[in-house]
């Protein structure tokens, strides 16, 4: 995911508190012209548990990878500011953390000397829009050549030229390719053709002030919502850096979150961080899912996209599971927790008829626990 927004609506803020690592984050437009990577890991009780379990040596648990990506300002496709290089670090991601400043305050500039977040919104998105049309336009002018080079034994077929025109139209009004409803061979046109930027998802994130956030209310926030319903959807998580960056620093974090909750509406949830929320919504947001492996030496959290077979899945461990794949012994999460009566064993599992063997066509669930079984690994 990359973390992406104008200057100074607290993009770095966020990404240091996501990665606990110290990227500069002044008060500057530019001050962040590399990206800065780091992975953060996902935050998962049912790991928690099997670690809690088991005790192991060794536990890894799964990451997101999240890149800091430096501001955007408009005239960013044409280049203004540092526009080309970042556009093209945001098209290098698979998906997208949208900052957008709701919170007043006259010591951190704002790039437009006003708070406005659907001006803002409405930038990025047409920054990324007319990068896209760069992209489509070369994507053409690419087949176009490559059938003038072929002396007539091709020609651009009426899939592709009704898919880019339709495309044209939508980026050109600033409407993002992932509103389009699209048939199977046109999206596998635009993946095969194209790398655009607004085919990825996006999760908005609305940073306010402090106060704002444990009262969760904000003047914006139904007026962000709105224009994300209208223009391409996606899911919005409120989220205040100055409360989190306290909570990170308070010794004790209980007694600041009862202090801070003091400002809540009656019948509100309790105050807590956003940072676990926004780190999984991500991570859901690239169809990505887990699944375990869990012993006396290990317990992990693999990933894999959702969709993948049990080899594909084995394949994530190690090559030689999907060469060599015979069967997966699989137990859900919730089957195990429920049955296992707190043993580190499969036995109870079994006898309540949890306990699966599934072959090379299993579709993996996210939370399975599996165990691989392979044959002999042929060498050359």
Known sequence: MGVVGLPNVGKSSLFNLLTEQSVAAENFPFCTIEPNEARCAVPDARYEYLCDLWKPPSTQPAYLMVTDIAGLIKGA?????????????????????????????????????????????????????????????KAVAAEELAVKKSGGKFKLSPTFLGMTEKLDKMLKENIPARSGDWSTSEVELINEKMSLITTKPVVYLANMTKADYARKKNKWLAKIHAWIQSHGGGVLIPMSVEFEQELWQADDKEAYLKEAGKAAVEGSPVLASALPKIITQGYKSLNLVNFFTAGEKEVRAWT????????????????????????????????????????????????????????????????DIIYFQIGTIQKK
């Open 77 to 137: 496709s044409e280049g203004a500011g540092l526009g080309n290089a970042f556009l093209s670090h945001i098209q290098a991601v698979d998906g997208i953390f949208h900052c957008v400043r709701v919170f007043e305050n006259a010591d951190v500039i704002h790039v437009d000397d006003s708070i406005d977040p659907i001006r803002d919104l409405e930038t990025i998105q047409s920054e990324l829009c007319k990068k896209d049309l760069d992209i489509l336009k």
């Open 304 to 367: 894999v996209y959702g969709g993948a077979t049990a080899p594909e899945a084995g394949g994530v461990i190690h090559t030689d599971f999907t060469k060599a794949f015979i069967k997966a012994e699989v137990a859900a999460f919730d089957d195990f927790k429920e049955h296992s009566g707190g043993l580190k064993s499969m036995a109870n599992v079994k006898a309540a008829g949890k306990y699966r063997i599934e072959g090379k066509n299993y579709v993996v669930k996210d939370g």
